[in-house]
């Protein structure tokens, strides 16, 4: 009877799972795992195939494809470069999978920058917004061409959907879709994905991200990200923000995602670890109540893994 009247659906096809492609691990041959994200790993090349084919297999809507370069300078040319990290597994992943499954890539330049930050900075070490856009409409191209579906710009920089979206239009891309991360704050939970990317940043984020005190601004970011050409919007973390979710499925007109992001995960696993929490129940759970406050898209680490439990 409870499951007669349950409320909310927690489906495989609704599950994104984000994964790392990391060029030491490439070199190293084999994948390298991610101290503070227990069972999630730096792929190689071979090793994110395998991977992809099994989420798919399991079920899961989409792929979201992070790189990790071995070298980074400035401007990060590696995220620009058809030979750059996460270009090539683009390439494979299109190539092994084909059009079944949503591929899509981080556009963003932190993983690729020696200073960490997610644009170019100016003079005086400031991120440089406009001079970042050009850098990102050339990442999107490349991205496009490497055969990414869809594009997650995850900078933060005022304008990027609209840049992005007139690049791709303008090259013959307009059936390359944008996730935009609308709402994405300057959290402290993103801690162990700056381990997964290895992340030069020193400092924080907090002249681009969003303060986590404030719900109205993130109504602000989406609404300007749909009128820019967003075909999808994010709530970003997703746990310490369900309102957020809540406003933002009620005032989106198009579908909203929530990325469950890896801080979540660790404290998640580690508590699993200890015996505190019964994982299973905890991790479903988590992926439920964030269905229910609206996300219709969960990017989630364990996608795969909850995929074959669903
Ligand atoms: C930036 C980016 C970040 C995450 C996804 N894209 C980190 C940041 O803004 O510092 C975090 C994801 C997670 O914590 O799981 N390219």
């Given at each position: 009877m409870r499951r007669l009247v349950s409320e909310t659906t927690l489906t495989p096809r609704q599950l994104i799972l984000p994964l790392f492609v990391s060029e030491a691990a490439e070199a190293a041959g084999?994948?390298?795992?991610?101290?503070s994200m227990p069972g999630v790993v730096q792929h190689t090349r071979d090793s994110l195939?395998?991977?992809?084919?099994?989420?798919?297999?399991?079920?899961?809507?989409?792929l979201m494809v992070f790189g990790v370069p071995s070298t980074r300078?400035?401007?990060?040319?590696?995220?620009?470069?058809?030979?750059?990290?996460?270009?090539?597994?683009?390439?494979?992943l299109r190539a092994e999978l084909g059009d079944d499954t949503v591929?899509?890539?981080?556009?963003?330049?932190?993983?690729?920058?020696?200073?960490?930050?997610?644009?170019?900075?100016?003079e005086r070490g400031r991120v440089d917004n406009d001079a970042t856009l050009e850098r990102y409409a050339r990442m999107a191209l490349a991205?496009?061409?490497?055969?990414?579906?869809?594009?997650?710009?995850?900078?933060?920089?005022?304008?990027?959907?609209?840049?992005?979206?007139?690049?791709?239009?303008?090259?013959?891309?307009?059936?390359?879709?944008?996730?935009?991360?609308?709402?994405?704050?300057?959290?402290?939970?993103?801690?162990?994905?700056?381990?997964?990317?290895d992340s030069q940043l020193t400092g924080d984020r907090?002249?681009?991200?969003?303060?986590?005190?404030?719900?109205?601004?993130?109504?602000?970011?989406?609404?300007?990200?749909?009128a820019e050409g967003a075909d999808m919007v994010m709530v970003k973390p997703a746990l310490a923000y369900l309102d957020?979710?809540?406003a933002a499925a009620e005032a989106?007109?198009?579908?909203?995602?929530?990325?469950?992001?890896?801080?979540?995960?660790?404290?998640?696993?580690?508590?699993?670890?200890?015996?505190?929490?019964?994982?299973?129940g905890t991790v479903l759970e988590v992926l439920t109540s964030i269905r229910r406050a609206g996300a219709d898209l969960i990017l989630t680490y364990w996608a795969a893994e909850a995929a074959t439990w669903l």
């Open positions: 084999a994948p390298r795992p991610i101290a195939r395998k991977a992809a084919v099994e989420a798919v297999r399991a079920g899961v809507g989409g300078d400035a401007i990060g040319s590696g995220g620009t470069d058809e030979r750059g990290v996460l270009n090539v597994a683009l390439r494979d591929l899509m890539a981080d556009t963003c330049l932190d993983e690729f920058t020696d200073h960490g930050h997610c644009g170019v900075l100016d991205q496009a061409e490497a055969g990414a579906h869809l594009l997650g710009p995850s900078g933060m920089m005022d304008g990027q959907v609209g840049v992005i979206r007139r690049a791709l239009d303008d090259a013959d891309y307009a059936d390359v879709g944008i996730l935009a991360y609308s709402a994405k704050y300057a959290s402290a939970f993103y801690g162990p994905f700056r381990e997964a990317v907090k002249t681009y991200q969003q303060d986590p005190a404030n719900a109205r601004e993130a109504l602000r970011e989406i609404e300007l990200d749909v957020v979710v809540r989106s007109p198009v579908p909203v995602a929530a990325y469950n992001i890896s801080g979540e995960y660790a404290m998640v696993e580690a508590a699993a670890a200890n015996g505190w929490v019964d994982r299973r």
